[in-house]
């Protein structure tokens, strides 16, 4: 019981360790070039659309429909400043050919809520050795907050996703059964090795929670042989393997025993 102490304290340092999803992306995003994103999408929403072109890259400012695209997207945001912005999405990637000098790429979401809508905006901008230009923009409408659309809930899902849910519930708990079992059971080689063993789940089906479109990985081992993850404001991903150490040991325990209880037959 002392080693499944063990294992139920490590599990719940793992759960404490995580940390707000809002906050890690706070921490990630870059400051200068998200400051320098939110103040273009704010002379959009202002309708300073000479500001924003000049920001543009060239390629990008010498399309013909530059003009109706600044446009379209200003008009896409209520009039008057909005409740709350906050950055959704972001990423930074650097790279350097043959040496020369270093581009960066930033890719940035915002999210601005007003009171009865929300906007989803988003702007791809680079920096090199010419400065910090703008690669591609785009905003959309929405009704509900990207919160909500991603939260865990149970209303409106069909019968396969409530299945997949009990199994994610369910096959945990069998897996740390087989686990205190394999503890308990005496007279039993490499119960080490066993115990670890009835903890990991091989192949894998996950589904994403919010449209119930299920994959599958071949080669895949999953401690517990279930997982509910959720990266930043992407829908919940559930995942089960099958727990092939549990069902293993479990099959082969009464067998396994007697095997080790036999004496050795005496010599001749």
């Known amino acids: 019981m002392k080693r499944f102490r063990l294992l139920l304290l490590a599990c719940a340092s793992l759960l404490l360790l995580a940390c707000n999803q809002q906050e890690l992306i706070d921490k990630l995003t870059p400051k200068?070039?998200?400051?320098?994103?939110?103040?273009?999408?704010?002379?959009?929403?202002?309708?300073?659309?000479?500001?924003?072109?000049?920001?543009?890259?060239?390629s990008l400012r010498a399309m013909p429909d530059i003009d109706q695209k600044l446009a379209d997207v200003g008009k896409?945001?209520?009039?008057?400043?909005?409740?709350?912005?906050?950055?959704?999405?972001?990423?930074?990637?650097?790279?350097?050919?043959?040496?020369?000098?270093?581009?960066?790429?930033?890719?940035?979401?915002?999210?601005?809520?007003?009171t009865d809508s929300w906007v989803?905006?988003?702007?791809?901008?680079?920096?090199?050795?010419?400065?910090?230009?703008?690669?591609?923009?785009?905003?959309?409408?929405?009704?509900?907050?990207?919160?909500?659309?991603?939260?865990?809930?149970?209303?409106?899902?069909?019968?396969?996703?409530?299945?997949?849910?009990?199994?994610?519930?369910?096959?945990?708990?069998?897996?740390?059964?087989?686990?205190?079992?394999?503890?308990?059971?005496?007279?039993?080689k490499r119960k080490g090795l066993w115990a670890l063993f009835t903890l990991v789940g091989f192949v894998s089906l996950s589904m994403n929670w919010n449209t119930g479109d299920v994959g599958f990985r071949l080669i895949s081992f999953q401690l517990l042989s279930a997982s509910a993850f959720q990266s930043g404001y992407t829908p919940w991903l559930l995942s089960i393997s099958f727990p092939l150490g549990a069902v293993w040991f479990l099959c082969k325990r009464h067998a396994m025993r007697s095997d080790a209880a036999a004496p050795a037959m005496p010599e001749a």
């Open 120 to 188: 989803l905006a988003n702007m791809f901008l680079e920096r090199n050795q010419d400065g910090l230009q703008v690669l591609g923009f785009h905003a959309q409408s929405q009704t509900r907050s990207l919160e909500a659309m991603s939260a865990f809930s149970l209303a409106g899902k069909g019968a396969g996703q409530w299945l997949f849910l009990a199994l994610v519930i369910a096959v945990p708990f069998f897996c740390v059964y087989a686990f205190v079992v394999c503890l308990r059971t005496p007279n039993l």
């Open 76 to 114: 896409l945001f209520p009039a008057g400043k909005p409740k709350s912005v906050k950055v959704v999405g972001t990423n930074t990637s650097s790279m350097a050919f043959n040496g020369g000098p270093t581009t960066t790429k930033y890719n940035l979401t915002y999210e601005y809520e007003y």
């Open 32 to 58: 200068t070039e998200s400051a320098y994103a939110q103040k273009l999408f704010t002379d959009l929403r202002e309708g300073h659309y000479d500001s924003v072109k000049a920001a543009l890259a060239p």
